[in-house]
T-cell receptor, first 108, second 119 residues
Framework: QQPVQSPQAVILREGEDAVINCSSS?????VHWYRQKHGEAPVFLMI?????EQKGHEKISASFNEKKQQSSLYLTASQLSYSGTYFC?????????FGTGTRLKVLA | GAGVSQSPSNKVTEKGKDVELRCDPI?????LYWYRQSLGQGLEFLIY????????KSGLPSDRFSAERTGGSVSTLTIQRTQQEDSAVYLC?????????????????FGPGTRLTVL
């Protein structure tokens, strides 16, 4: 079952914040976040391994709640370069499953 | 090379023809995935290879699709009798392919993709 991401799409002004959610119906062992810019391949952003753990990279951070089978990606003070489609990737027994994707557009 | 490479980068073919798409994973990566991405859509899993294990073909949409991985390295995705709905970007990704709990850390590295257009 594919994890569901919300929102499906979001438009921001530069400097605004956004939250992207990833929700699974199955138990999650880890969550990975990727960003795909238009016309390019997905690129790894970060990985979360433990329940409630938060990881961060500059102004992008994420949380992972194993109990709720959810992860959220937080984009703070968004920049034009943040535009793209964000995918969560979840690992269950042995195989990756990517989420439905969230299209993010940051306007100047 | 340091990354995953795919060839060709673009392929235009006529309906009914067969096509072969190639993926060269990162050296030493034992896991290899194929995905299909239609315009504006998400990543559709096609097939997964892990070492010498039998591949997981559960995502292949029809028996026109097949894939092999020779020598645990290069992989070829073959689409027979192509249809217009096969038009998409085909992405390959590889990962270290660790086992057990370490698999949770397995990060996928994507190739640039092959854009397939079936006329």
């Amino acid at each position: 079952q594919q994890p569901v991401q919300s929102p499906q799409a979001v438009i921001l002004r530069e400097g605004e914040d956004a939250v992207i959610n990833c929700s699974s119906s199955k138990a999650l062992y880890s969550v990975h976040w990727y960003r795909q810019k238009h016309g390019e391949a997905p690129v790894f952003l970060m990985i979360l391994l433990k329940g409630g753990e938060q990881k961060g990279h500059e102004k992008i951070s994420a949380s992972f709640n194993e109990k709720k089978q959810q992860s959220s990606l937080y984009l703070t003070a968004s920049q034009l370069s943040y535009s793209g489609t964000y995918f969560c990737g979840t690992t269950g027994t042995y195989k990756y499953i990517f989420g439905t994707g969230t299209r993010l557009k940051v306007l100047a | 090379g340091a990354g995953v490479s795919q060839s060709p980068s673009n392929k235009v073919t006529e309906k009914g023809k067969d096509v072969e798409l190639r993926c060269d994973p990162i050296s030493g990566h034992t896991a290899l995935y194929w995905y299909r991405q239609s315009l504006g859509q998400g990543l559709e899993f096609l097939i997964y290879f892990q070492g010498n294990s039998a591949p997981d073909k559960s995502g292949l949409p029809s028996d026109r699709f097949s894939a092999e991985r020779t020598g645990g390295s290069v992989s070829t995705l073959t689409i027979q009798r192509t249809q217009q709905e096969d038009s998409a970007v085909y992405l390959c990704a590889s990962s270290v392919g660790t086992s057990g709990g370490a698999r949770r850390r397995d990060t996928q590295y994507f190739g640039p993709g092959t854009r397939l257009t079936v006329l």
